[in-house]
Nanobody
């Protein structure tokens, strides 16, 4: 599997933007799915967005039209551009990498905190 390190979180006002980055320790070219999940206090971890190595993307309904996931295989990095942020987007955001056969849901990063507040 692969090690993942997230960055780019922080405090932002409602309506603002942030871009999260997830740097992998090895090539992500053959990793089937790279994704972003989030977990708010007292809630279960949920899928935010994911991108396959075919570039097909999926988004949670709550972020469609506001968030964009992308992957740069040359830099072994996945991004999550978050626009029009809302207080309910406040959570710890985790990067995930998964390929068929990987256990425990694949590889996870340590998480980065995103807080949307005025």
């Amino acid at each position: 599997q692969v090690q993942l390190v997230e960055s780019g979180g922080g405090l932002v006002q409602p309506g603002g933007s942030l871009r999260l980055s997830c740097a992998a320790s090895a090539s992500i070219f053959t990793i089937y799915i790279m994704g972003w999940y989030r977990q708010a206090p007292g809630k279960q971890r949920e899928l935010v967005a994911r991108i396959r190595n075919s570039a097909i993307t999926d988004y949670a309904d709550s972020v469609k039209g506001r968030f964009t996931i992308s992957r740069d295989n040359a830099k072994n990095t996945v991004y999550l551009q978050m626009n029009s942020l809302k207080p309910e987007d406040t959570a710890v955001y985790y990067c995930n990498a998964w390929t068929p056969g990987w256990k425990n849901g694949g590889s996870w990063g340590q998480g980065t905190q995103v807080t949307v507040s005025s």
